[in-house]
């Protein structure tokens, strides 16, 4: 993962309604790279943001759900970002818990790395519904 | 906050595809309480839990955003719950993270109690987009 | 259902990102009515809209999938509003689809009604899925 | 657009809990494909579906948010496909309303097509929220 492929993703970010860009690249077990940008609709609960798009995107392509070791996440306007909680659970079914989770400054230059499990305190996973 | 009234809600959940019920009494800030179930959808990602049916549905009936103290859910076929990270992005918008989140075992003799700073670290506030 | 109530409505909407306003009162087949607003999230994809709310937030209180016969719509800025296809599929679950749709213009002195089945031609339904 | 590539698409779905398949093929207006499938969830509000998925997940790689043609779309099980409503608001953002999608048959043989437009009546646009 290379941070100005992220930054650069940014520019492709389709956000009129908000104008709060953000990239993410989401990375399988065999080290493949999925990219994803936020896209908003007229109707706001209708958009997605850029982590589920990149996870959501990427099965069509060959993304396995529950292999993802990795998500690198940034937003045009924010010195320090966190996934929605959206996103979390949807990583949760993508991700083993002890995946990891970078989130980037604005500018690239520091990053805050959690684990999902420190994301998501008490998941809540396929085998509480079966 | 009754638990057999609570016990009593999951009659009412509307869950033919999942035959996964749960329920959810809010209450806000002058103790005032709104009672809400899952409800599915044949397009499966059209449905909403328990939690945000019963807040999204308060809010027409004078309940207010971000005063909710506390949340109380429960879920037909489970011994520990605990809110799907949908869920839990709309408290954080509903309730202060100190407020609490009361998960009960499906026959109601037990409790998890967590603020939901708890459920949710490093929450995204409206503060992060503006 | 009483325009006034419905235009009432609009104060109670939660729309500090978009500042549209939306309020909604579905009806069931007993005459009941069930009010919503739309209720907005920093995570835009994360919010509700009012005719959403009105339905998901009915089920605790008694409202049956299935059998509502009316819904009425109002949006404060908008001289002609139809509902969002996202909350069209959830009609499709809550409403046969000659239930009628009113959609009224800002002031209330005009109204739109469409049977359900003008709205969503070609529905998605439980019995297409099993 | 191949209907065998859009078939064999089909097994890269993720479906665990509806065991229901869906793909789609979205194609912008240079002829770029990009793909989907459905993309399901232990708590079913957070899956996707397989257009959304295709829609979404394109704008990363270079899809032009409004410029899109025509959407394929079939489904493992079904002899007739409708998109869900909630796809349809998506594609309301993604694609001019004269725009085409194609709905197949499961085995590909048959395929009603329609314009946006007959699938939603009265849409909802930027133009009218702000």
Do not use: W
């Amino acid at each position: 993962m290379n941070i100005e492929t992220l930054k650069n993703l940014l520019k492709r970010s389709y956000a009129p309604y908000s104008n709060f860009q953000v990239a993410a690249i989401a990375i399988d077990e065999d080290g493949k790279e999925y990219h994803g940008v936020n896209v908003e609709n007229a109707a706001y609960p209708s958009g997605l943001c850029a982590e589920r798009s990149a996870l959501f995107g990427s099965v069509a392509y060959g993304g396995k759900v529950g292999t993802f070791k990795e998500i690198h996440i940034i937003a045009k306007k924010l010195d320090e970002i966190s996934p929605c909680a959206g996103c979390r659970q949807v990583m949760t079914e993508f991700m083993p818990m002890d995946a990891l989770v970078y989130q980037y400054s604005n500018d690239g230059s520091k990053v805050r790395i959690n684990k999902l499990s420190e994301l998501v305190p008490y998941p809540v996973h396929m085998k509480d519904i079966q």
